[in-house]
Antibody, heavy 121, light 112 residues
Framework: EVQLVESGGGFVQPGRSLRLSCRAS????????MHWVRQAPGKGLEWVSG????????GYGDSVKGRFTISRDNAKNSLFLQMNSLRAEDTALYFC??????????????WGRGTTVTVSS | DIVMTQSPLSLPVTPGEPASISCRSS???????????FDWYLQKPGQSPQLLIY???NRATGVPDRFSGSASGTEFTLKISRVEAEDVGVYYC?????????FGQGTRLEIK
């Protein structure tokens, strides 16, 4: 079964850091690009970041650029999101998603259930 | 950044009737390879989003054929030929041509 399972969310104070993980199974992880997408409470979807199959192409949303870092470990079938200098507006459900292709352009066809990040003092 | 504008934002539909959602991009989404780098997603209540249409007009695996996507320049349309109760949720368009990828505001489809 193709599956993505996120972890690492939690409650954190503004200015602190958090690292999200996404464990993939049921498909050849190193063939596909991966994404992080978030959804603030009661709001729409926001693309956070994407990474190509070999980490050669990486992109970020404007609101997280310079603060968040995406990475992957193909040997461990895992995707990560290092989130620094967290702000209240980063509070959201964070989804990990698989792309249909090796670069982040072909549609996100598998999604995890998400992990919740709450930033508050 | 490319701006995606959806309409309508709310769509009440009678079961069995057709439905249509539009999405306009602020610039062309055509890649050098000729494909539109554009997707449609559906987020059903309480669920993660799911891919409906990729590259402008291709149905994702398992998506019923009552769903179809089309493109004309910077205008994209999702059509549901006959709405069923299970189609309820929020529909999002997204461009994948440039980073940052950007979503539309979402269209909430409800059953009358």
């Amino acid at each position: 079964e193709v599956q993505l399972v996120e972890s690492g969310g939690g409650f954190v104070q503004p200015g602190r850091s958090l690292r999200l993980s996404c464990r993939a199974s049921g498909f050849r992880f190193d063939d596909y690009a991966m994404h992080w997408v978030r959804q603030a409470p009661g709001k729409g979807l926001e693309w956070v970041s994407g990474i190509s199959w070999n980490s050669g192409s990486i992109g970020y949303g404007d609101s997280v650029k310079g603060r968040f870092t995406i990475s992957r470990d193909n040997a461990k079938n895992s995707l990560f999101l290092q989130m620094n200098s967290l702000r209240a507006e980063d509070t959201a459900l964070y989804f990990c998603a698989k792309d249909r292709g090796p670069t982040s352009n072909y549609g996100m066809d598998v999604w995890g259930r998400g992990t919740t990040v709450t930033v508050s003092s | 950044d490319i701006v995606m504008t959806q309409s309508p934002l709310s769509l009440p539909v009678t079961p069995g009737e057709p439905a249509s959602i539009s999405c306009r991009s602020s610039q062309s989404l055509v890649h050098d390879n000729g494909y539109n780098y554009f997707d449609w997603y559906l987020q059903k209540p309480g669920q993660s989003p799911q891919l409906l249409i990729y590259l402008g007009s291709n149905r994702a695996t398992g998506v019923p054929d009552r769903f179809s996507g089309s493109a004309s320049g910077t205008e994209f349309t999702l059509k549901i030929s006959r709405v069923e109760a299970e189609d309820v949720g929020v529909y999002y368009c997204m461009q994948a041509l440039q980073t940052p990828h950007t979503f539309g505001q979402g269209t909430r489809l409800e059953i009358k």
